[in-house]
């Protein structure tokens, strides 16, 4: 029998679920309440008997005529887009009472990382509780007078002949009803407090999606605005005055070229743009740079892991990884989900853009032992990054790819700042030795609020000197590792808790690249490249790994 249509018109004030081109489920939510929509429920399907069929253009229409117009900040900041938490995710838990009271707190730390938009969630949380709150009074005020009138049903003559029953004037009153009276009167009290009832549920709803939304508020380090502050330095600079030196510097596409090391027309033909073939010495060079990576780390106390490469969506959001960044670009590739999956309600999946995320959601749920901590893990992991940059020579080459090889480094630590900061120092230290040790030149930087992720609460990039990119960007400075102390950001979310003095509390996790293999190994091309023999020097802790070979020379042709 065909399953019954019911028409119903809901007002969606912050989030609303839309399909996108590949047919995924995700909520948008908007800082702007949004016109009344029309949604479909199919009768007998779902677990409560009713479930909601989206279509995609209906809801962009929507979006479209909405009556108040963006403003030009919000016209550069797309909607915020993420999975729907489905019934086997972790809940999350969010301190709104602390947002409540510290509303500019929470929004200047918005206006500073560049989140216009998001800035406005703190005072409508606040608006929307004192609704809810409201709400929540006239709910009690209506109990009250269920209660009353479930009493004069039950038992009309209970409270009259009861000598030491309390004088209540509404009691009073209702022993002149008849008894049809009382129950309409307690059918229609029953009718109102249903409806309060979804209207608070609502207001919960937006109220958790807004704090879900906001950033991690900001350390004290991180300088404020657009600006990293240079820490330190390492290695010496091989070329400080390039107009007084001879030495020939290229790329690592001509050198990759000229060894037969690089194939990126090959990955082309195979993948598209933006994905490579290692060859010979190279793919060998990557398999050292992992294992040296992991080397130094375990020596370090970090134990290994091999995590999976596809997570659930909800997973990659709960950490801080949105599918969409600032600019509207792709970040994630998403998995598609079959018809029957996703009607079953199965959480969508993803693939993961860095081993922190399987690495968090390894102890999703879960309740940690103090003792326990710091609990520290390093992964090596094949990395998916949907967006990739413009095609150009900025981003040619290895610097920016689709799917490339990292090691990552992963803690939970007590929570307070000095335990998380004695391991995020201990990962710049590491990062600092690996790097120092293969000869690059690098410079150790504190970023600046307005480079900060979501879950991020201070962040320090180490940037390796590439001499092709001199002329063409940053004096050729190059991102080639992160460390990040992301507080309770990600435990919050992901259901992370350790039981400290009788209360369930949340442990801190920090997270630090080991190693990036693409960008090192350009890196080790690029410096290590002497144009005299037309060879690559190999750093000397990588020759273990690579049969004792000291340099990458010509390819004698057979």
């Known amino acids: 029998m065909a399953a019954a249509l019911l028409s119903r018109r809901l007002r969606l004030l912050l989030i609303l679920p839309i399909l996108d081109e590949r047919g995924n489920l995700y909520h948008l939510l908007d800082a702007r309440e949004v016109p009344l929509l029309d949604v479909e429920y199919n009768r007998g399907e779902g677990a409560n008997g009713c479930q909601p069929t989206w279509k995609a253009e209906t809801c962009t229409r929507t979006l479209q005529q909405s009556s108040t117009p963006p403003s030009p900040a919000e016209q550069h900041q797309p909607l915020l887009v993420t999975p729907p938490r489905t019934t086997t995710a972790p809940r999350p838990t969010i301190d709104i009472k602390h947002i409540r009271q510290n509303t500019e707190l929470y929004a200047q730390n918005c206006r500073d990382r560049n989140y216009p938009v998001a800035a406005a969630y703190p005072a409508r949380i606040v608006e929307l509780f004192a609704k809810w709150h409201d709400k929540q009074r006239e709910a009690r005020g209506l109990r009250r007078r269920a209660n009353l009138l479930r009493r004069q049903i039950t038992d009309p003559g209970a409270s009259r002949d009861d000598p030491d029953a309390e004088v209540d004037e509404e009691a009073v009153a209702l022993r002149s009803l008849s008894r049809e009276q009382v129950l309409e009167e307690a059918r229609e009290v029953k009718a109102k407090l249903s409806v309060i009832q979804e209207v608070e549920d609502q207001l919960t709803t937006e109220i958790d999606a807004l704090a879900l939304a906001l950033p991690n508020l900001t350390h004290e380090a991180a300088p404020r605005g657009e600006e990293p502050r240079v820490l330190s330095y390492i290695n010496d600079h091989p070329e400080p005055e390039p107009a007084l030196s001879d030495r020939v510097w290229r790329s690592h596409v001509h050198i990759g070229s000229e060894l037969g090391l690089l194939d990126f027309a090959g990955a082309a033909k195979a ?12 793919a060998q060079l990557e398999q050292a740079l992992v294992a040296y990576a992991l080397k130094t780390a375990t020596l370090a106390g970090w134990r290994q892991v091999s995590p999976p490469s596809m997570v659930y969506s909800h997973i990659t959001s709960a950490c801080g990884f949105q599918p ?12 598609a989900q079959s018809d029957d999956d996703a009607a079953r309600g199965k959480p969508a999946r993803c ?20 003792g326990s901590l710091p609990l520290k893990r390093v992964a090596v992991s094949r990395c998916y990054r949907a967006e990739a940059g413009a095609r150009g020579m900025e981003t040619k080459g290895l610097y920016r790819v689709h799917e490339f090889t990292k090691v990552e480094m992963f803690a939970w630590s007590a929570p307070n700042l000095e335990a998380a900061e004695d391991l995020f120092n201990e990962m710049v230290d590491l990062q600092t030795e690996m790097l120092g040790s293969l000869g690059l030149h690098c410079r150790v930087l504190e970023m600046p609020t307005a480079d900060l992720g979501a879950s991020a609460a201070r962040k320090c990039d180490i940037e390796a000197y590439f001499p092709s990119r001199r002329e063409l960007r940053n004096e050729g400075w190059g991102e080639v590792t992160s460390a990040s102390i992301c507080t309770d950001y990600q435990t919050r979310r992901l259901a992370t808790r350790i039981p400290i003095a009788g209360k369930q509390v949340f442990p801190w996790t920090v997270n630090g690249t080991a190693m990036a293999v693409p960008r090192v190994l350009a890196a080790i091309l690029e410096n290590g490249w002497d144009e005299d023999d037309m060879s690559v020097r190999i750093p000397e802790v990588l020759r273990p790994w690579m049969d004792g070979m000291e340099k990458i020379g010509p390819k004698r042709r057979v």
Request: charged share 25%; net charge negative.
């Open 351 to 370: 693939l993961a853009g860095t081993a922190e995320i399987p690495l968090a959601g390894m102890k999703a749920d879960t309740s940690l032992d103090e």
């Open 324 to 335: 969409r960044d600032a600019n509207g670009e792709t970040q994630i590739y998403q998995v």
């Open 271 to 282: 993948a598209g743009w933006g994905w490579y073939y290692l060859l010979d010495e190279a």
